[in-house]
């Protein structure tokens, strides 16, 4: 919480950025399962090319490490989490894909902030938490160039108008 309100008090954040504002593992019968919140917006670059047919993919990536008296910290779990942004010229909707579910939508606006909203994924085991320790987890929402078509992925490296700040969310899971 500490790195958001430095990072929006320096002026780091500018409107073209992905801002994790909330997040937490919530148990379940399985174990525990993410719901997080994030504030998604977009360059003029990004939303012209999604216009003009080109997905965006963005990922959610959940790190929690243990902590540990006599070496550094274990990193216990790594998970991410690919959702696709799509716009059909012809119906003139957004799709939002996860896997193999996809939502559609009318507005960017409306897309965004379904996108921005994470729930029941991904799940993390209940055996990978040790009752003794205190564990720290960290989320962050991010475009993945690396999926981008091959023509746009050496201007989403070099052109800064293919990037977005990203902003993660970190807490303590205490035992």
């Not at 090319?49 to 959610?60: E, I, K, Q, T």
């Not at 746009?152 to 990037?163: C, V």
Request: neutral net charge.
């Amino acid at each position: 919480m500490l790195a958001v309100i430095f990072c929006l008090a320096s002026g780091f954040v500018r409107g073209e950025s992905i801002v994790a504002r909330s997040a937490q593992l919530d148990p379940d019968e399985e174990g525990y399962h993410l719901n997080a919140d994030f504030d998604v917006e977009l360059t003029q670059t990004l939303v012209d090319a999604l216009a003009r047919g080109v997905p965006l993919y963005f990922v959610v990536e959940l790190d929690v490490w243990r902590e540990r008296d006599w070496w550094f910290d274990k990193l216990v779990v790594s998970s991410k989490l690919t959702r696709r942004l799509s716009y059909n010229s012809l119906t003139r909707q957004y799709r939002l894909a996860t896997g193999g579910l996809y939502q559609n939508f009318f507005q960017l606006d409306e897309a965004l902030r379904v996108l921005g909203r994470v729930r029941g994924a991904p799940r993390v085991n209940r055996s990978l938490f040790k009752r003794a320790r205190t564990h720290q987890a960290e989320v962050r929402m991010s475009l993945d160039a690396a999926q981008l078509p091959s023509l746009f992925q050496l201007d989403a490296f070099a052109s800064p108008d293919w990037r977005l700040n990203v902003v993660a969310y970190s807490w303590s899971i205490a035992p």
